[in-house]
């Protein structure tokens, strides 16, 4: 398996709603990504888990929740969005951190926030 | 920090050669790579270079100059599904940092 699998494919949510985008990769990675991408603009960091553990957040808002239940799941907790938070989320993972690794992403979720 | 310039869109005829340049400053380098990007679907790996040179693939070369902080990737024989975003990405301080990424519009 060398795909990086994310559920839901498309999400509405409302402003109040409490919703959550999964990631999942059986490639034996160690390291995980959440990225963001607005139409037209590159994908831009927010997260960075090693071995399980948050090592990177980007200065994220707090209504973005990650967690990393085990080294092959990655999951984010969305909690009173805005509607500026619409977006392209992509998954990605990498054998590990160090800089000689390249990523894989996930074909990404679509969020929209009314 | 991180700053990746590239250019934003062009357009090229079935079977043609396109270049596609990437500036970037980084406090710290790694490695760039070079990534295709479909409309709302996801990134997928291009190229590496992390030693300055050409890096041949098929249809796909990219090239590097640390000294100049420069890439380029270089498309050949352009097919109609060349049509997408390439994206360059810089790596360092355990971080992947894209560039804007250029659009590229295949027409028959």
């Known amino acids: 398996d060398t795909e990086v699998t994310q559920t839901p494919k498309h999400l509405v949510m409302g402003m109040t709603n409490k919703k959550s985008l999964k990631c999942e990769q059986h490639?034996?990675?160690?390291?995980m990504y959440w990225y963001k991408q607005k139409a037209k603009k590159p994908p831009e960091l927010m997260f960075v888990y090693s071995y399980e553990k948050l090592s990177i957040n980007e200065s994220v808002p707090s209504r973005f929740s990650p967690e990393c239940p085990n080294s092959s799941l990655l999951n984010l907790h969305l909690h009173a969005l805005q509607p500026e938070d619409s977006a392209l989320y992509l998954c990605?993972?990498?054998?590990?951190?160090?800089?000689?690794?390249?990523?894989?992403f996930g074909s990404g979720t679509r969020l929209t926030v009314v | 920090g991180q700053n990746i310039d590239q250019p934003t869109e062009m357009t090229a005829t079935e079977g043609a050669i396109v270049q596609i340049n990437c500036t970037y400053q980084t406090s710290g380098f790694n490695g760039l790579f070079w990534y295709q990007q479909h409309a709302g679907e996801a990134p997928t790996f291009l190229s590496y270079n992390v030693l300055d040179g050409l890096e041949e693939k098929g249809r796909f070369s990219s090239f590097l100059s640390r000294s100049k902080g420069y890439s380029y990737l270089l498309l050949k024989e352009l097919q109609m599904k060349d049509s997408a975003s390439y994206l360059c990405a810089v790596k360092g301080n355990n971080r992947l940092a894209f560039g804007k990424g250029n659009q590229v519009v295949v027409i028959p």
């Open positions: 490639m034996g990675h160690r390291a």
């Open positions: 990605a993972s990498s054998q590990g951190t160090g800089d000689i690794y390249g990523y894989t």
